[in-house]
């Protein structure tokens, strides 16, 4: 996942935020996806992280624009 960690390390950097397992976790799920996921398959898919963290995890995309 080091790919997908330095392409988030320039975006969290810039805006001051951790790059934190769940979230590349959460990144590369949806980057692998073909299609736009809804939150009950990205719960699915990352079994490892509970899903108030998805659900935080996808504001911050949203709010950086990366989602």
């Given amino acids: 996942m080091s790919s ?3 392409e988030l390390e320039v975006i969290f950097a810039t ?9 590349q976790v959460v990144f590369a799920t949806l980057k692998a996806a ?3 996921l809804a939150i ?3 719960v699915k898919l990352c079994p490892q992280i509970d899903r108030v ?4 995890t996808l504001d911050v995309f949203v709010k950086l624009g990366i989602a």
């Fill in 40 to 42: 009950g398959d990205i």
């Fill in 15 to 23: 805006h001051h935020l951790r790059l934190t397992q769940p979230r």
């Fill in 34 to 36: 073909e299609a736009p």
């Fill in 53 to 56: 963290s998805i659900y935080r």
């Fill in 4 to 6: 997908v960690s330095s």
